[in-house]
């Protein structure tokens, strides 16, 4: 019975440190962020998409260039604010994202913590 005992309880472990690492994938936005950090760039997206667009919006997220708000300003007011998001890690030059409510699927662009792009897929 102890035999038994032990070969379970070392199949249950090697069962949770294999499956531990397991990251779920998204065939639109890549590798899934299951963990949103505070101070993250996935935590600033997070909440940016979560918003109304408005003049703050743009102090608090972007760089606020002129080119900026003359590219992407009809689109994110059309858009924002996004529910039931699904968001990508970073991947060291942007974040991929997609709502499941709206269908809107974007990837943005970040520079130094801020939104500088985007591209609506």
Known sequence: MKYVFSLLSIF???SVLLFSGIVPESSKVGRVCVDIK???V???VYCAM????????IEKYC???DAFLAAYSPLLSSILPLENIILGEFDGNGIYL???TKGDYLYLIIKEG???AL???
């Not at 979560?50 to 919006?57: G, R």
Request: hydrophobic share 30%; net charge negative; no cysteine.
């Open 63 to 65: 760089d606020g260039s």
């Open 98 to 100: 997609y709502s499941q």
């Open 42 to 44: 996935e935590e600033m």
């Open 50 to 57: 979560k918003e109304e667009f408005s003049l703050s919006w």
């Open 12 to 14: 249950i472990f090697s």
């Open 38 to 40: 505070e101070g993250s």
């Open 114 to 116: 801020k939104i500088v």
């Open 119 to 121: 591209q609506k897929k």
